[in-house]
């Protein structure tokens, strides 16, 4: 299977790795080993992360308060969002 990211959310996760690297150098690389991580897990166990809507998942990410929202299409992972857990909640639901 493969991974492909919604446009918004490509920009959320290079924001984010930029936001980090400005406020502690290495600190970017380290949040984007921690998605790429979570994003694995994803892989591994699709179906395993809880369901935020019908067809929608969260897989929560160690060290960083965010979480990565995905759907399982027929052949491919959509990620939606990697949402910081401090944003409003439903801000991301127009994309899916």
């Not at 027929?74 to 949402?83: S, W």
Request: hydrophobic share 40%; glycine share 4%.
């Amino acid at each position: 299977m493969k991974i492909a990211f919604h446009p918004e959310a490509m920009r959320e996760f290079l924001e984010a790795i930029d936001f980090y690297e400005y406020s502690e150098s290495g600190l970017g690389f380290d949040f984007s080993n921690e998605i790429r991580t979570t994003i694995r897990n994803i892989l591994g166990y699709p179906n395993a992360w809880p369901q935020l809507s019908k067809d929608v998942r969260r897989c929560l990410v160690n060290r960083f308060p965010y979480g990565v929202l995905y759907s399982v299409e027929r052949d491919e992972i959509l990620i939606l969002a990697v949402m910081n857990l401090r944003r409003h909640p439903d801000y991301w639901k127009e994309r899916h």
